[in-house]
């Protein structure tokens, strides 16, 4: 719809569609697909979907704990995580990125021994992530960033409630 909430149009049926995300250029949305249960948690698969509703495209198979899709500045990739909630499932607590293709799954950043990450996001320039940071040591979540080389840094300890990371957008020069 547009930003006013005028001439709504569904995109998808037939499923459970959730976390909707336009990529950068505003051409199309990921998504996850909510599928049924398995002993590992949730089925949940990853799609992309053109703006006008062309093109809809399984990127990332049903799998336990998928969560939170993002897109990274220059729309090269959707990153997600697995979540830190079923530590059963494989990569629970790990950062994955898949091409819109589909192609060149692999996992971004693995969880520490004591850190589980989840709801990642890229910084406006694409140099490091920000996500929330389960700390298992602690039974906390944390908020960290997560350098291009790997680096984990926490930005806030403590015992806060970590939901949505967000950055502020990339700042651009002003007009004389």
Known sequence: ?????????????????????????????????????????????????????????????AHPALEHPHWSPAGRSVIFNIGVEQPTAPESGAIVS????????????????????????WSPDGRQLLAGCHDARADLDRLCTISSKGEVTVVIGGNQHVNCPSWAPRRTARAA
């Open 1 to 61: 719809m547009r930003s006013d909430g005028s001439h709504p149009r569904q995109l998808t049926d037939g499923a459970i569609d959730a976390e909707a995300v336009f990529s950068p250029d505003g051409k199309k949305i990921a998504f996850g697909r909510i599928g049924e249960d398995s002993p590992d948690g949730t089925l949940e698969s990853i799609h992309v979907i053109h703006t006008d509703g062309a093109g809809l495209r399984e990127v990332v198979p």
């Open 98 to 121: 898949v091409k819109p293709s589909g192609q060149g799954l692999r996992v971004l950043h693995e969880p520490t021994a004591h850190l589980r990450f989840f709801k990642s996001v």
